[in-house]
């Protein structure tokens, strides 16, 4: 499957939110990653709806990818769909029926995809992955920007794409936390498809260029995969 760059607006300047989201599609990004927090699954408050709509108004042919790290997801799925999002991902952590919110999500008319805290065995999500559009391996704890990456998301990212192979499924695999040019090889290799990167892209210097390196490293490692 071919490697693309989810740039995560997480940690882009919000006043300029519109410019540097299309400076990072222009550099390579091919998804916008769109980080949502409630302050209570997670420790921190991000956007809503409105900044999906306006992202959608702004870059009206952008792949949006909302991460929904927010207890009860159910009642907010209608609203980030009518806002525009494209693909609503949901931790496995906050679902009380996770079949059910992945027929949801489907039923809105946006792709399905199921998140896994670094704490949370691969396993857990055995019942489905015939379901979901991706599964997103979480690389740090979920909450804040600009984390050290925890390696031992390299073999969740291997037991998935292994599981998905020995199945014959088509999930693809995402991964998000502490992506950047020291990590971003290991994580390709291990069997990533959909990298996350905030800070990489958005946090120092040229974000279209930071998106082209980023971009071209994780290429060149798909091309020696193991």
Same mark, same amino acid.
């Not at 300029?16 to 409630?38: N, S, Y």
């Not at 209570?40 to 870059?59: A, Y």
């Not at 065995?121 to 979901?132: Q, R």
């Given at each position: 499957m071919t490697v693309e760059l989810a740039p995560s607006i997480l940690s882009a300047n919000f006043a =300029? !939110?519109?410019?540097?989201?299309?400076?990072?599609?222009?550099?390579?990004?091919?998804?916008?990653?769109?980080?949502?927090?409630?302050g209570?699954?997670?420790? #921190?408050?991000?956007?809503?709806?409105?900044?999906?709509?306006?992202?959608?108004?702004?870059?009206p042919d952008a792949t949006l990818d909302c991460h929904l790290m927010i207890e009860k997801p159910?009642?907010?799925? /209608?609203?980030?769909? %009518?806002?525009?999002?494209?693909?609503?991902s949901v931790h496995q952590e906050a679902c009380v029926h996770l079949h059910r919110t992945l027929q949801l999500?489907?039923?809105?008319?946006?792709? /399905?995809?199921?998140?896994? #805290? /670094?704490?949370t065995?691969?396993?857990? !999500?055995? %019942?489905? !992955?015939?379901?979901?559009h991706h599964v997103l391996v979480m690389s740090v704890n979920p909450g804040f920007g600009a984390q050290q990456f925890i390696r031992g998301a390299l073999?969740?990212?291997?037991?998935?794409? %292994?599981? =998905?192979?020995?199945?014959?499924?088509?999930? =693809?695999?995402?991964?998000?936390?502490?992506?950047a040019l020291d990590t971003v090889a290991d994580v390709v290799r291990a069997g990533a498809e959909l990298l996350v990167a905030g800070n990489a892209v958005f946090g120092h210097g040229n974000i279209r260029e930071n998106a082209a390196k980023l971009l071209a490293a994780a290429r060149s490692a798909a091309l020696v995969r193991t």
């Open positions: =300029r !939110l519109g410019e540097e989201a299309k400076a990072a599609l222009d550099g390579g990004g091919t998804v916008l990653h769109v980080d949502v927090m409630d209570h699954f997670v420790p #921190n408050i991000t956007v809503g709806p409105l900044v999906v709509k306006s992202l959608r108004k702004t870059l159910d009642d907010y799925i /209608p609203a980030f769909a %009518e806002a525009g999002a494209s693909w609503i999500i489907e039923s809105h008319g946006c792709k /399905p995809a199921v998140v896994l #805290n /670094p704490a065995p691969v396993h857990m !999500l055995d %019942e489905v !992955l015939d379901t979901v073999h969740k990212i291997k037991t998935l794409a %292994e599981v =998905r192979d020995s199945l014959g499924l088509s999930f =693809r695999i995402e991964v998000d936390g502490g992506i």
